[in-house]
C-alpha cells in the first residue's frame, strides 16, 4: 500500500546526519515552531506536569544492596511476580561487575495494554509526540525512513510496530543533553520464556540502548544499556515493572555482554540520574497516557 | 566470535611488499603468538590486488590508496579486546611496539566488528586438498563500504542487503563462485576506540561500518566479485559512497587458531 508521505508523519524525516546536527537545537528545548502549535497535540506540552510521589522518588536517593538486583541473562525472573513482590522493586545499584542497575515499578490506573502498544509506536513520528511525555527532558526523536514506513504500515499490529526500529532520542537523564539510540527488540529477542510471558505479562516495550553526549567528540564515551519496561495486568489497570542494565549491550548473537573494562564501573551519578529520570517520566506517563489516548489512540495519524 | 577488530595498514616507507609480508607474517606473527594475552583467532590477510573508488572517479576521494594486510583479531568478549590492547601488567605489549617496523600507523583503518554468516548458494561440498576446507577458499575479497552520512546505520545495512541479494541474482558467476559470505557489521562499542586508536597510532581514520568477506576458490576467480560489485553498483537503493569504499583480494593467512582443519 502507497503511503501519503505529505503528512506531518512523513515530514518530520530527516537524514541521519541531519538529526545529529539537529539535536543540538533540540537539547535547548526550543520554542515550538508554527507547525507544531498548530498539531492537535501541542497543548499537552504546555501542562503542569504531576510531580512524583515523595516516598517513591525518596527511595532512589540511595543505592539499595546489589544482592537485591538481578541480571539481564535472569530476565525471565521479571515472570515471576510472587518473588518479584517479596524482592526490592524500587532501586539502583552498581553490580559487582560494575554495571548500573535500576529497578522500578509503578500502578497505572485505567491504562490497558493497548494504550501502551499505541503510544509505543505513535511517539517517536514527532519530535513534539516525544516532547509531550516529559517537556523538562525530553528534546525530541527521529526514526528512519524503513523504520518510519514500518511503523505507519497499518499491516503491524500495534504490539509489533517497534520490534527491530531504532528510536533516535535526545533527552536529558539528569546528566545533561544526550542523544540515546534505543533499538527495540520482541520480548522473544530480549531472552523471555514466551510461554511464561504470555501467561504473565499483558505487554512489553524495550531493547539495547548507546547514549552519548549531544555534544559528542572524540574523547566522549557512547555508553551501552539494556532497557526492559514490562506491563502486567492488575485490578482497575497495569503495573509498570522498569529495568536497566547500564554498560550492557546485546550482541549481534542477541546476548547481553558486559562492555566495561576491567575495574571500571558505571559511574553512580549516570545510574541514580537514569533512576530519577525514569520515576519522573513515568509519573507523567501515567497521568497523561489515558487522556491522550481517548483523543488520538485511533491511529498513528493526527 | 562475540567480536573482532579488523585493521588494514600499508607498508611504512622503505619497505618493498616481499619485506613486509615477510616481517608481518613471520616476524610479528611469532611475536603475536609468544604474548597472545586473550587472543582467539587472528588471521593476516594479505594483499594481492584492490581497487579504491569506481571507474566513474577521476581521482581518488580515500586519503591512502594502498593497503598491504587487513589483520583480523578475534576476541570472545569486549572484555578480552580491551585487555589485550591493553595488557594489565605491561607498559607496551610486544606486538604493540613492533607495528611500526612494517605498518605507516597513521594511515590505519580499524573497525571493531561482529560477524554475520550469510547463506550461499554454492559451498565447497567437501573436502579437497586442492580446494582447501569447506566453506573456505585460497583467496578472499574484503568489501569495505563507506555509509552515506545521510543515510542510518540501520536502514544502511538492510539496503545493502537488499542490493546484495538482487546482486547475485543479476551475477550467476558470482552466485556459483562465491564459497562463503562474512558480513563484519561494525560494533557501537567501536565509539569508545581510544584504546583501539592509541594500539594502531591512527590520525583522524575513516569509519567504516560495514566489511563484506566472499571467499573464492582461487585468484583464478576474481571476475566472479566483479561482476557482483558491478551488479551491485547497479543498484537503485542508494546507502554507499562507493567513492570512498574499496575492496581488496586477499590471502588469508593463519596466525593463531585453534580450530581443527574441517574436514
Known amino acids: 500500500m502507497t503511503q501519503d508521505k505529505n503528512t506531518p508523519e512523513w515530514k518530520a524525516q530527516k537524514t541521519y546526519a541531519q538529526n545529529r546536527i539537529d539535536s543540538k537545537h533540540k537539547a535547548t528545548l526550543p520554542p515550538l515552531t508554527p507547525e507544531e502549535e498548530a498539531r492537535p497535540f501541542a497543548k499537552y506540552l504546555y501542562e503542569e506536569i504531576p510531580q512524583p510521589d515523595p516516598v517513591h522518588y525518596g527511595k532512589m536517593e540511595q543505592p539499595i544492596d546489589p544482592a537485591d538486583s538481578i541480571g539481564p541473562e535472569d530476565i525471565n525472573r521479571l515472570l515471576d511476580v510472587e518473588a518479584l513482590e517479596r524482592g526490592v522493586e524500587i532501586g539502583w545499584c552498581n553490580r559487582p561487575d560494575g554495571s548500573g542497575y535500576i529497578a522500578n515499578t509503578i500502578v497505572y490506573p485505567g491504562v490497558t495494554a493497548d494504550m501502551i502498544d499505541w503510544w509505543f509506536a505513535w511517539h517517536p513520528l514527532e519530535d513534539l509526540r516525544y516532547r509531550i511525555w516529559y517537556p523538562p527532558q525530553h528534546g525530541g526523536i527521529m526514526l528512519s525512513p524503513i523504520d518510519r514506513a514500518r511503523i505507519l504500515d497499518p499491516a503491524v499490529p500495534n504490539r509489533e510496530k517497534n520490534w527491530g526500529v531504532t528510536h533516535y532520542v535526545t533527552e536529558n537523564c539528569d546528566c545533561g543533553m544526550e542523544n540515546v539510540d534505543i533499538s527495540f527488540r520482541s520480548p522473544a529477542d530480549m531472552g523471555f520464556d514466551m510461554d511464561r510471558f504470555n501467561r504473565a505479562a499483558a505487554t512489553f516495550a524495550g531493547g539495547g540502548g548507546w547514549a552519548v553526549t549531544v555534544h559528542k567528540d572524540d574523547d566522549s564515551i557512547t555508553a551501552p544499556a539494556i532497557m526492559c519496561h514490562t506491563f502486567y495486568e492488575v485490578p482497575g489497570g497495569l503495573r509498570h515493572r522498569t529495568r536497566f542494565w547500564m554498560g550492557l549491550r546485546f550482541t549481534e548473537q542477541g546476548k547481553p555482554e558486559l562492555c566495561l573494562p576491567r575495574g571500571v564501573q558505571v559511574p553512580s551519578v549516570a545510574v541514580q540520574g537514569l533512576a530519577r529520570h525514569n520515576v519522573k517520566e513515568f509519573t507523567r506517563f501515567r497521568e497523561f497516557l489515558p487522556r491522550i489516548y481517548k483523543e488520538l489512540g485511533h491511529s498513528m495519524y493526527c | ?263
Do not use: C
Not at chain 2, 575479497?141 to 544502511?156: G, L, S, T
Open chain 2, 1 to 263: 566470535m562475540p567480536i573482532k577488530l579488523m585493521a588494514a595498514s600499508r607498508r611504512r616507507p622503505g619497505l618493498t611488499r616481499a619485506e613486509y609480508f615477510r616481517y608481518i607474517e613471520h616476524y610479528h606473527g611469532t611475536v603475536a603468538r609468544l604474548e597472545r594475552f586473550k587472543i582467539e583467532r587472528y588471521i593476516q590477510n594479505h594483499v594481492i590486488d584492490g581497487a579504491f573508488g569506481v571507474l566513474t572517479d577521476t581521482s581518488h576521494k580515500n586519503k591512502a590508496t594502498d593497503r598491504e594486510a587487513v589483520v583480523e583479531l578475534h576476541f570472545d568478549s569486549f572484555r578480552d579486546l580491551l585487555d589485550t590492547l591493553e595488557p594489565q601488567g605491561v607498559e607496551q605489549s610486544r606486538a604493540n611496539m613492533d607495528g611500526k617496523y612494517f605498518a605507516d600507523e597513521p594511515t590505519n583503518i580499524i573497525v571493531m566488528a561482529e560477524e554475520a554468516e550469510l547463506p550461499v548458494a554454492n559451498p565447497t561440498p567437501k573436502f579437497n586438498p586442492g580446494l582447501g576446507e569447506p566453506n573456505q577458499g585460497a583467496v578472499k575479497v574484503m568489501h569495505y563500504i563507506m555509509r552515506r552520512p545521510d543515510v542510518f546505520p540501520n536502514d544502511y545495512y538492510r539496503l545493502w542487503r537488499l542490493a546484495h541479494d538482487e546482486a547475485l541474482a543479476k551475477a550467476p558467476y558470482a552466485n556459483e563462485m562465491f564459497r562463503r559470505i562474512v558480513v563484519s557489521k561494525r560494533s557501537r562499542v567501536n565509539d569508545n576506540d581510544a584504546a583501539a586508536r592509541a594500539h594502531f597510532r591512527m590520525v583522524d581514520p575513516p569509519v567504516y561500518d560495514m566489511v563484506v568477506s566472499f571467499w573464492l576458490d582461487s585468484m583464478e576467480q576474481a571476475g566472479a566479485f566483479r561482476q557482483y560489485f558491478e551488479a551491485l553498483r547497479e543498484s537503485p537503493l542508494e546507502f554507499a559512497d562507493w567513492s570512498e569504499s574499496f575492496f581488496l583480494y586477499v590471502r588469508p593467512v593463519r596466525i593463531i587458531d585453534d580450530a581443527p582443519p574441517k574436514d
